[in-house]
């Protein structure tokens, strides 16, 4: 501090008071102007780090546990729990509707480790802590609290009396590093904490859009013909006031929550996507995008996660998603007015070197954990990897692992491996484990979308035959050390469509239900057709 900003009328005043009193006082005016001020310096330095003290308590391998919360602007305060980390509250949000029932979610950034304590408005009976394979211990302080540490950020999920209704998601991160400087003219801003209604937001290339923790976006991020964009931040867009349906394939009007035409370069990191009323982030015919460490929550059906549709060179890793319909679906289809029988089929470009890897997914009633399909309008979609997942529920009509060919593309190379799954729903109508079809559908170029009402038990099968030459393959498909931790699981199908169109050489290699290894399709409970070759058990 520059000492000429002082207010030298009250420190000169002191000194005369003091010098009157002390004839002997041998420091001057100065110094001791000085001496008062570096004292009062001491006091304040001790006063503020006792505070920050206060609110990070936890010392563990001489590390300083930092807490970062994280409050969304306008999001409703769960009625279900209470949540403190190391002794402080901090904001837990609801989502969900009477419809689709609630949830409660709670987001910070920590480094260290912390302690939770969580306090439910409900008896506690049962815990569990998902997904079960992160062992996280746990310890019932009384009939409605419950505390655990976390070592590490973590994206968990606490789950009471063996119910799947009012369950609390944990959304965690390490700290950001890399925040980009507001006053950059290529970066757009967001300041938490607010609520921004931007409508459609659309990004140009080479421009960051940062949403700061404690800010929201109501309505659409569009990012069109352009290339080297980011969305990132700790904020939050969310789509409760979006259109429910439609057909924008220009993106003019609010119909996804983060919407990307023919770009690349792209990246999108850290932010929590909420209240999709369709499809969440809808990449068509994009290249080199990569999806790091987001928090989808939704709850209305047909609120996709991430369809990647006619892409290339793709990445999602470390997120969290809950949906009501396909969190990651893969697919190849237009939304031009033209795009569907009995017009010409538009040929998308070919689907090519997909990663997806260490996320953790939450599916509710609609759709399939990881699919690919239904609709694959192109020449080929190959090297697919879905990696190191934990697949935590898969709640009703769909699969956790599918492939719908509906369309005339061969689907081949992709690889499924090191996969937990739990709270797979056997016994609801149409669930399955896993699901390889090549059928035609009500996603079918071909299809009419009349009044043919599908198979239930079998999402969105129609019971035509439709038009052989619009259907396609699947080939060499590797399910690689897949557990599935729950005993009562659901059967599994493949089902080909005639003999030109078949389904050929699937890999099973180490299949753990439960603690049983599997060993041929009966103890799979997997039903075959005769359009089917070389399925094998090692």
Same mark, same amino acid.
């Given at each position: 501090m520059d000492y000429t900003d002082i207010d030298r009328d009250k420190p000169m005043s002191c000194y005369r008071r003091i010098c009157c009193i002390t004839k002997s006082n041998k420091f001057s005016m100065i110094s001791l102007v000085r001496f008062t001020y570096w004292i009062a310096l001491v006091l304040i330095s001790i006063m503020f780090h006792t505070s920050c003290k206060k609110k990070n308590p936890v010392i563990l391998d001489n590390e300083?546990?930092?807490?970062?919360?994280?409050?969304?602007?306008?999001?409703? /305060?769960? @009625?279900? +729990?209470?949540?403190?980390?190391?002794?402080?509250?901090?904001?837990?949000? /609801?989502?969900?509707?009477?419809?689709?029932?609630? +949830? #409660? =979610? &709670?987001? =910070?950034?920590?480094?260290?480790? $912390?302690?939770?304590?969580?306090? #439910?408005?409900?008896?506690?009976?049962?815990?569990?802590?998902?997904? @079960?394979?992160?062992?996280?211990? !746990?310890?019932?302080?009384?009939?409605?609290?419950v505390e655990f540490t976390l070592q590490r950020p973590e994206m968990i999920t606490l789950k009471l009396n063996d119910s799947n209704n009012h369950t609390l998601h944990f959304l965690t991160s390490h700290p950001e590093t890399d925040r980009p400087d507001p006053e950059n003219t290529n970066v757009l801003y967001y300041a938490g904490p607010g609520e921004y209604d931007v409508g459609i937001l659309e990004l140009a290339s080479n421009q960051t859009l940062y949403i700061e923790a404690g800010a929201k976006l109501n309505g659409m991020v569009l990012i069109k013909d352009a290339q080297n964009v980011k969305v990132k931040g700790r904020g939050m867009i969310d789509g409760t006031y979006n259109e429910f349906i439609g057909n924008h394939p220009e993106g003019d009007a609010?119909?996804?929550? $983060? !919407?990307? $035409?023919?770009? /690349?370069?792209? $990246?999108?990191?850290?932010?929590?996507? !909420?209240?999709?009323? #369709?499809?969440?982030?809808?990449? +068509?015919s994009c290249n080199n995008l990569w999806i790091n460490n987001i928090r989808i929550l939704n709850w209305e059906y047909g609120s996709d996660g991430t369809d990647i549709s006619a892409c290339q060179e793709v990445k999602i890793t470390d997120s969290f998603y809950r949906t009501n319909d396909d969190p990651i679906a893969i697919k190849a289809l237009s939304f031009a007015e033209n795009a569907f029988y009995p017009n010409p089929m538009i040929q998308n470009m070919d689907v090519k070197n997909i990663l997806v890897e260490g996320c953790t997914i939450w599916n509710m009633s609609w759709g399939n954990v990881f699919e690919i399909g239904y609709e694959l309008r192109c020449n080929r979609v190959s090297d697919i990897t879905f990696r190191n997942c934990d697949a935590i529920r898969q709640g009703g009509r769909g699969a956790v692992f599918s492939i719908h060919n509906a369309d005339v593309a061969t689907v081949e190379n992709v690889l +499924?491996?090191?996969?937990?799954?739990?709270?797979?729903?056997?016994?609801?109508?149409? &669930?399955?484990? =896993?699901?390889l079809a090549i059928f035609y559908s009500l996603f079918s170029y071909d299809s009419d979308w009349g009044d043919i009402k599908p198979n239930e038990h079998w999402d969105n099968l129609l019971p035509e035959r439709g038009i052989p030459i619009y259907r396609g393959k699947i080939s060499n498909i590797i399910y690689r050390n897949i557990q599935v931790m729950d005993g009562n699981f659901p059967y599994s199908i493949f089902h080909g469509y005639d003999q030109f169109h078949t389904i050929e050489s699937v890999l099973f290699e180490n299949i753990t239900i439960g603690s049983t290894q599997i060993e041929n399709k009966d103890e799979l409970k997997l039903e075959i057709n005769e359009y089917v070759e070389n399925v094998q058990f090692n």
């Open positions: 300083v546990a930092v807490v970062i919360p994280i409050k969304p602007h306008g999001i409703p /305060q769960s @009625t279900n +729990y209470t949540v403190w980390v190391n002794d402080d509250t901090v904001f837990t949000g /609801q989502a969900g509707n009477e419809s689709h029932k609630t +949830y #409660s =979610f &709670c987001t =910070f950034d920590f480094s260290g480790s $912390v302690t939770v304590r969580v306090n #439910s408005e409900i008896s506690i009976r049962t815990i569990d802590i998902l997904p @079960t394979s992160k062992e996280i211990s !746990y310890t019932i302080l009384d009939s409605k609290t609010p119909w996804r929550l $983060v !919407y990307m $035409v023919r770009s /690349q370069n792209i $990246v999108i990191e850290g932010i929590t996507l !909420y209240n999709s009323r #369709s499809w969440t982030i809808h990449p +068509y +499924y491996e090191d996969i937990r799954v739990e709270n797979a729903e056997a016994g609801m109508i149409g &669930c399955k484990l =896993f699901d």
